[in-house]
């Protein structure tokens, strides 16, 4: 295959995600890729989803396991709950769980929940990009934004729960708690704390 221009526009405009994450499209001067409010979002919604569902699990709990301060969460916490993708479960025994089944929660849900946009527009879909009319290529970037939130409407929670290296990973963090735990608890029955 010839690589010119023709075939890497075909190529990306059929692979979105892959354009999106490796070349990083360069928009007013900053990175168009979603910001850490969306993918703290989407890894504390699965870090939900991945625990066992009759367990309300609280914030300091997934703040351990994916290295997200507390405070972050609750505000990310605030948001999802407004749009009841979460519940809470106030007490001694509260904390959160989905509000929803897993394969009824998309990966867009989550971040537009937190305010987040996969617009690669630079006019946010208005069409005014260049001194208020239509740029040159305002219709590809269009399509890229449309690509990308097709795709991530496509995929639910259960779908990233069921992937093998999700369940490795989670696998791995939860051996981690299970070893932290088993430590303080030895540290307190010898009297080291």
């Known amino acids: 295959m010839i690589l010119n221009l023709t075939n890497l526009v075909g190529f990306f405009y059929n692979h979105p995600i892959v354009f999106a994450h490796y070349y990083r499209l360069k928009l007013r001067d900053q990175i168009m890729r979603l910001t850490t409010r969306g ?56 904390g959160y769980h989905l509000a ?42 269009q399509d890229l934004s449309s690509h990308i939130s097709s795709y991530l409407e496509r995929i639910s929670l259960a779908d990233l729960v069921d992937r093998d290296h999700v369940q490795a990973v989670a696998l791995r963090q939860s051996s981690s708690d299970d070893l932290a735990q088993l430590t303080v608890n030895q540290k307190t029955v010898t009297g080291t704390i």
């Open 39 to 94: 993918r703290y979002a989407v890894t504390a919604m699965l870090d939900l989803a991945l625990q066992p569902l009759d367990q309300t699990i609280t914030l300091a709990e997934i703040a351990a396991r994916q290295t997200i301060s507390v405070a972050y969460l609750e505000q990310l916490f605030s948001k999802l709950k407004r749009r009841q993708l979460v519940a809470s479960v106030r007490g001694a025994n509260g």
């Open 100 to 141: 929803r089944a897993a394969c009824d929660i998309t990966v867009l849900e989550i971040i537009e929940a937190v305010n987040e946009s996969v617009d690669a527009t630079r006019c946010d879909h208005k069409g005014n990009c260049q001194n208020g009319a239509m740029c040159l290529t305002h219709d590809l970037w």
